[in-house]
C-alpha cells in the first residue's frame, strides 16, 4: 500500500477527537495518514477542536494535511477509513432520554433501555445516509462506528447496506486491562462473548491455566465505565453467572436500585457531560495547548483511540491481531443467527475481522440473555428503518428494563414527541425536502 492513507472523523467537532489524534500521532510510523478531514455540523466545536488537533499534528511535524468541513461528501470522498462517532441531537437529546423515562418508572440511560432505543431511533437514519454516500464516493473505504449504540448501529449497517464495517466498544479494551492487572498475567488469552454492553468474559487463559475459576473464588469485577456509577456485583452473583459480566450488566442484575440511583440523583449522566465538554472546550481553545488535556479522562471513553487507532492499523497493515469488534456473527456462536451482529473477538486483517468461533459453548444464562436482548435489538432495527410503532413496541416488551406496555406505550409517545426533529421514519410527511 503505497499511497498515504485519507481518514475522515464524522463528528469531529467531539470532544473526544484529541484521544483519535494521539493514537494516531502514537502510530505514526505504521500509519502514513497523509490527509486527515474532520467533518462536523457543529462549526463552534468544529473549529475549537479542530484547531487542536491541528497543533497537535504540528507539534509532532507530522506531514499530513488537516481539513474542516461540514459537508459530508467532501469529508467522504476517496477516504480509506472513515471515523463514526455521531450524536445526533447533541447532549440535550441525551439529556431527554435520561428524564423522561424515569416519570414512568424506567431507567433513562444513554445505551440500554428505552432512552438507549431512542438514541438508536436518531442514530441508525443518518449512519444509513452515511453508508449511501460512502457508497458513491469511497467505496472501498472502512467505517469503523463507536457511535451508540454500537451493537445496535451494527446490526442496522451490516444488514442494511454493504459496506465495509465495523462497530467498536471500549469496554472489553477497559475489561481486559484491568483483570490484566488484578490477576498479574502479561498475555492471557480471554474469551469474551456477547452483544454490545451485554458482555461477559467467560475465560481467562495464559500458558495453558485457565484463570477463570480463580477470578470466579475472588469474585472479580471488571473495571467499571466512568460513566456508570457503579457498585459492583457481588461474588454469590459472579459464581452464579458463571462468568465476569461488563459493568454495564449492573443496570439488568440490578434494575430496582440503578433506577432508585438514577432518581435520586441531582444530575443526570447527560447534564454532567454537559459540563464537562463546556470545561473542555474551554481548555482546548487554549492556543498554547498541543496535547490531550487530563481532563478527558474523565469521560467514559477512556482509551478508546487505542482501540479506534490499533484497529485501524490491524486492517490497513494486514496484521491478522486479535480485537474485540461488533461484527456478523456468521456461524461463531451456534446459538444465534448468522445475521446477528455480535461482539466478540476476531482476527483482524486487511480483509476485515474474522469471528474467532466458540464451539460447545454451554452457559444457559448468557445463551438465554444475549437472545432476548437480541430480539429486543432487531425489532429496534425494524422500527428504526421503517418506523413502525408496533416494531417499537414489541422492541420495548422484549427489554428487560421495560418489559410494561402502558409505560412503555406512554413513555414511547412522550419520547418521540421530544425528538421529532431527529426522527424522520416515524414523522415522513414533515420531512423537510
Known sequence: MGKGLKIAIIGAGSTYTPELIEGMIKRKAALPVQELVLMDIDSRKLEIVGKLCERMIEAVNMPCRVTRTQDLDEALIDADFVLGQIRVGKLPARVLDETIPLKYGLIGQETCGIGGFFKAMRTIPVMLHIAERMKELCPDAWLINFSNPAGIITEAMLNHTNIKMLGLCNVPFNMFKSIRETLHLDQPNFTYIGLNHLSWITSIEQDGKDYLKSALDMGLNSEAMKNIPSSGFSKELIQMVG??????????????????????????????????EDELLGIYSDSELHTKPELLSSRGGANYSEVAISLVDAIYNDKQEVHVVNLLNNGALKFMKDSDAVEMC??????????????????EHIIDYMRMVKAYERETVAAAVTGSEDAAMRALLMNPLVGDYDAAYHCFQELKEAHKAYLPQFFPEEMKP
Open 346 to 363: 476476531a482476527v483482524i486483517g486487511k480483509d476485515g475481522a474474522k469471528p474467532i468461533a466458540v464451539p460447545d459453548f454451554d452457559n
Open 243 to 276: 462468568a465476569i459480566p461488563s459493568s454495564y450488566l449492573e443496570y439488568y442484575y440490578f434494575k430496582e436500585k440503578k433506577l432508585k440511583l438514577l432518581k435520586d440523583s441531582e444530575m443526570t449522566r447527560g447534564e454532567k457531560c454537559i459540563q464537562i
